[in-house]
């Protein structure tokens, strides 16, 4: 189900909630913030493909096998100290000062 609104018009948290009347989880918050405010709005799907590849080299199961929940929680394990985007963000250099800029 998509949302009728376009990214100019992003809604609320609450907004989304109610229009795809949706509980407050994580997989629904996750999903928002995907689609409104990071404008990946494949990631969430994305991830779970990638999951079921590493999970089956691609042989044997479909991604029905990788549950909402896994999803939410690579997500989440690539954000705190030692995940991926963790260690991205503490090795890359965010902003340089040149000159008097």
Same mark, same amino acid.
């Given at each position: #189900?998509?949302c009728?609104?376009? $990214?100019?018009?992003?809604?609320?948290?609450?907004?989304?909630?109610?229009?795809?009347?949706?509980?407050?989880? #994580?997989?629904?918050? $996750?999903?928002?913030?995907?689609? !409104?405010?990071?404008?990946?709005?494949?990631? =969430?799907?994305?991830?779970? !493909?990638?999951?079921? $590849?590493?999970? !089956?080299?691609? /042989?044997?199961?479909?991604? $029905?096998?990788?549950?909402?929940q896994?999803?939410?929680? &690579? =997500?989440?394990? &690539?954000?705190r100290?030692?995940?991926?985007?963790?260690?991205? /963000?503490?090795?890359? #250099?965010?902003?340089? /000062?040149?000159?008097?800029?």
């Open positions: #189900q998509t009728a609104l376009t $990214l100019d018009e992003a809604p609320t948290l609450a907004e989304y909630l109610s229009h795809h009347e949706a509980p407050d989880t #994580q997989e629904s918050r $996750l999903r928002w913030m995907l689609r !409104h405010t990071l404008g990946s709005p494949e990631a =969430f799907e994305h991830r779970r !493909h990638e999951l079921a $590849l590493l999970r !089956h080299g691609g /042989v044997g199961p479909s991604t $029905l096998v990788v549950s909402d896994d999803v939410v929680d &690579s =997500f989440l394990a &690539s954000v100290p030692g995940g991926e985007v963790s260690e991205y /963000v503490r090795s890359a #250099q965010i902003a340089a /000062v040149l000159g008097g800029t």
